[in-house]
T-cell receptor, first 109, second 115 residues
Framework: QKEVEQDPGPLSVPEGAIVSLNCTYSNSAFQYFMWYRQYSRKGPELLMY????GNKEDGRFTAQVDKSSKYISLFIRDSQPSDSATYLCAMSTGNQFYFGTGTSLTVIP | DAGVTQSPTHLIKTRGQQVTLRCSPK?????VSWYQQALGQGPQFIFQYYEEEERQRGNFPDRFSGHQFPNYSSELNVNALLLGDSALYLCASSPRAGAINQPQHFGDGTRLSIL
């Protein structure tokens, strides 16, 4: 069983839609949770970072962590064509990071 | 404020050769981690350097080695290259002082192709 499971998609939505991206994990030692966005031929770019259960909002992005269910989500409101990218969830015990395989998202104008 | 920079951006090698990839961390960061990202996969942790020593290592063979210099820059060396080593190699940096609560910042990677 992988440490982090993420649906690879691909996911295609119309502009303005609400997007929900999800990851599950098995290691209860994970304390820190991140979402990265990766455009083609670029490195991952940090979007959201949280270390507690609950919601964290930043503009159109909301990160949700449920430690009891070992489940994290990223919601994107009012999606834009510029949001088209691969979204990676990542988790850490404090020393080492574990990434999901990424979900490919396309927002259609 | 310069972010994480990596060189070269692309590299083509043949099986059995050796390669060295380079990374300069973000200003103010002193910890460098290396990742391998195969096509369609998430980054896989190779190792992390802090104070010029390897501190953590992922599940990679000894063919993968590294070095960190006093100015915090780092190199990744891969010996006896295999076809399966073809991937995007990412460098990430973070401030060690806040390592347990600071996420990593990535460079754009070096795309390594093995023929």
């Amino acid at each position: 069983q992988k440490e982090v499971e993420q649906d690879p998609g691909p996911l295609s939505v119309p502009e303005g839609a609400i997007v929900s991206l999800n990851c599950t994990y098995s290691n209860s030692a994970f304390q820190y949770f991140m979402w990265y966005r990766q455009y083609s031929r670029k490195g991952p770019e940090l979007l959201m970072y949280t270390y507690s259960s609950g919601n964290k909002e930043d503009g159109r992005f909301t990160a949700q962590v449920d430690k009891s269910s070992k489940y994290i989500s990223l919601f994107i409101r009012d999606s834009q064509p510029s949001d088209s990218a691969t979204y990676l969830c990542a988790m850490s015990t404090g020393n080492q990071f574990y990434f999901g395989t990424g979900t490919s998202l396309t927002v259609i104008p | 404020d310069a972010g994480v920079t990596q060189s070269p951006t692309h590299l083509i090698k043949t099986r059995g050769q050796q390669v060295t990839l380079r990374c300069s961390p973000k200003s103010g960061h002193d910890t460098v981690s290396w990742y391998q990202q195969a096509l369609g996969q998430g980054p896989q942790f190779i190792f992390q350097y802090y104070e010029e020593e390897e501190r953590q290592r992922g599940n990679f063979p000894d063919r993968f080695s590294g070095h960190q210099f006093p100015n915090y820059s780092s190199e990744l060396n891969v010996n006896a290259l295999l076809l399966g080593d073809s991937a995007l190699y990412l460098c990430a940096s973070s401030p060690r002082a806040g390592a347990i609560n600071q996420p990593q910042h990535f460079g754009d990677g070096t795309r390594l192709s093995i023929l």
